[in-house]
């Protein structure tokens, strides 16, 4: 992995922000959670990233986690191949 797009809100994504910077990891993005679930509610359609075979989305969400995860997979998104938990 070369690059990362965040995926969450507030103090948690920033910290993970500061993170990669000793790593050979870039921070591509962040993607604004709550801009996600505010587009599922309205039955927008979310912009995502379009992901190249280096980089993944990390979701750093801890309350909005399941409702996030289950949306990527139905983008047809695999866990661990396109997108990884925050744990």
């Keep these: 992995v070369s690059g990362i797009h ?4 507030g103090d948690l994504t920033e910290v993970l922000s500061f993170c990669f910077t ?4 870039e921070l591509l993005s962040v993607i604004p959670e ?3 679930l505010d587009d599922l509610e ?3 359609i979310p912009t995502l990233p379009e992901l190249k075979s280096s980089e993944l989305i990390m979701l750093a969400s ?3 986690r399941t409702q996030l995860a289950e949306f990527l997979l139905q983008k047809g998104l695999r866990k661990n191949q ?3 938990l925050f744990s």
């Design 62 to 64: 801890l309350e909005h």
């Design 34 to 36: 709550k801009d996600l």
């Design 22 to 25: 000793g790593f050979k990891i």
């Design 6 to 9: 965040l995926c969450g809100e």
């Design 82 to 84: 396109h997108w990884i």
């Design 42 to 44: 309205q039955n927008r």
